[in-house]
């Protein structure tokens, strides 16, 4: 498991990342959200060696990744395929890979054919596209097969086939145990894989929750309730502590209350209910909820108003 403590950085006078605390639990796929700025990038690094906080630490299953004899099997990470050398091929770039890990011979092998590459293993990197050379980046995170994946932005340049199968792969890592950060601009695919969501902004952790808990959470979560009496429901919801609204077609949006409690209320005194409906937003609407002000170029109000849900 790893394990942010306190986590800072900072560059002169700029606060890249404020002191945040997390951990990337084995067998979930906890995506790592933030808009442009937010410190996510920065935070990753720091994960993986390539930064040194400035405060704070990061463990890896309780010691540092430097004192790891064997990282690449404790963590595999895709961060910027531009880095890969164009003149190798994938058999020759996960070879090196290997061969500097101690691996066994036939790894790469394996990794390519997991991912899709073992038909174009000795043609050069520089001739793949965008979606190819994401592929060889999975590889390479794939090779020493990690406890933990970090992935930054994998469904770039993937078509709609490519993206279905890199969900479904993710997921099958996830049950076999395994720990899964994903940090993507496509919300809906997050949406789609993530059990968890870890979200910052301006260097802050601003949530760390289930997807679940996440969506209960939010202020644009709803009931819509139509009844046959819609005055005494409003009444008797209100009273219990319920934030009521009625809506132009004399249906009921209702927050801080369970479905299951507003179908209990209403059979309790008699009331017909012909519709009940939870709506929640998606993750696109979450995020635009918990950032709103945030933003790396909105104004320097981000400590009013802190949509602080970190669990």
């Known amino acids: 498991m790893i394990q942010l403590t306190g986590l800072t950085k900072t560059y002169g006078d700029k606060t890249a990342v404020n002191d945040i605390s997390f951990q990337i639990h084995p067998g979930v796929v906890t995506g790592f959200l933030g808009p442009n700025g937010a410190g996510k990038s920065t935070t990753i690094r720091m994960i993986l060696n390539l930064a040194i906080p400035t405060a704070g630490s990061v463990t890896v299953d309780g010691t540092s990744f430097a004192s790891l004899e064997k990282p690449l099997e404790k963590i595999g990470a895709m961060v910027d395929t531009n880095t890969i050398d164009s003149r ?140 046959d009496d819609v005055a005494k429901l409003y009444e008797i919801l209100t009273a219990e502590g319920a934030q009521v609204d009625v809506m132009q077609d004399e249906k009921l949006r209702v927050r801080k209350t369970s479905q299951k409690r507003i179908g209990d209320i209403a059979f309790g005194h008699g009331l017909v209910i012909y519709e009940l409906l939870t709506h929640h937003p998606s993750l696109e609407e979450l995020f635009s909820e918990l950032v709103a002000g945030k933003s790396e170029y909105r104004g320097s109000n981000s400590h009013t108003n802190k949509a602080k849900v970190a669990s």
């Open 88 to 227: 190798l091929t994938p058999e020759q770039y996960l070879r090196i890979l290997a061969t500097a890990a101690g691996l066994d011979r036939g790894r790469p092998g394996e990794v390519l054919s997991l991912v899709g590459l073992k038909a174009v293993a000795e043609k050069r990197i520089g001739t793949f596209s965008l979606g190819m050379r994401q592929r060889v980046g999975l590889a390479a995170a794939l090779i020493g097969d990690p406890e933990t994946i970090i992935l930054d932005e994998p469904f770039n340049g993937l078509d709609v086939d490519g993206i279905h199968w890199l969900r479904d792969l993710l997921r099958d890592l996830a049950k076999q145990g395994k720990a899964i950060l994903v940090s993507s601009h496509l919300l809906s695919e997050v949406q789609a894989l993530a059990d968890r969501i870890i979200m910052l902004a301006q260097g802050e952790l601003i949530a760390d929750m289930s997807m679940e808990e996440l969506l209960e959470a939010s202020l644009s979560s709803y009931v819509q309730v139509q009844t």
